[in-house]
């Protein structure tokens, strides 16, 4: 991480922590798709999806909103670790590459920060298989919002 406009909640990452240890319900669409949070700090967040048959677009690959959904669930989690009280954020820019098909097997999207401004972030993340082979590189680009804007978020 490049540059840290605020010092972060860290309130942000003990929330994500008791998520990952079951304390605390996992977003409705995490249980949609069943993606599980499996690490976090302040540096970085993974999301692991046990990708099968439901997951399959019509050719029987995972389809990739599929991937893209975890990409940006592990990128919108490691995003909230840095956030001050009573902010928020909203993506304004998510990027995906989609690099191999995939099939039935672990998908893991770890996100790290690349920078956080006081008004935009950017965060990367990188999807591998069980094999760690890579599947999916993605990019999001957030807005911090604050006040009227943050509310109800």
């Known amino acids: 991480m490049s540059e840290t406009a605020a010092s972060p909640d860290t309130e942000g990452v ?29 540096e970085h967040v993974v999301m692991e999806l046990d990708a099968d048959e439901r997951h399959a677009n019509p050719m029987g690959t995972v389809a990739g909103g599929i991937l893209c959904d975890l ?17 928020s954020f ?13 099939w039935k097997t672990r998908l893991r999207a770890e996100a790290r920060a690349v920078q956080r401004g006081r008004t935009v972030g950017l965060v990367e993340c990188s999807v591998v ?25």
């Not at 909203?90 to 995939?102: A, S």
């Not at 298989?129 to 978020?153: I, N, P, Q, Y």
């Open 129 to 153: 298989d069980a094999d760690k082979r890579l599947v999916a590189r993605a990019t999001s680009t957030l807005l911090v919002l604050r006040g009227e804007a943050a509310s109800g978020r």
């Open 90 to 102: 909203t993506t304004i820019e998510l990027k995906i590459n989609f690099l191999r098909p995939v």
């Open 71 to 87: 990409a940006d669930a592990a990128m919108g989690m490691c995003f909230s670790t840095g956030l001050r009280p009573g902010e």
């Open 14 to 42: 003990a929330r994500l922590q008791r998520m990952m240890r079951g304390e605390l319900p996992p977003p409705p669409v995490a249980r949609l798709v069943g993606m599980q949070l499996t690490a976090v700090d302040a």
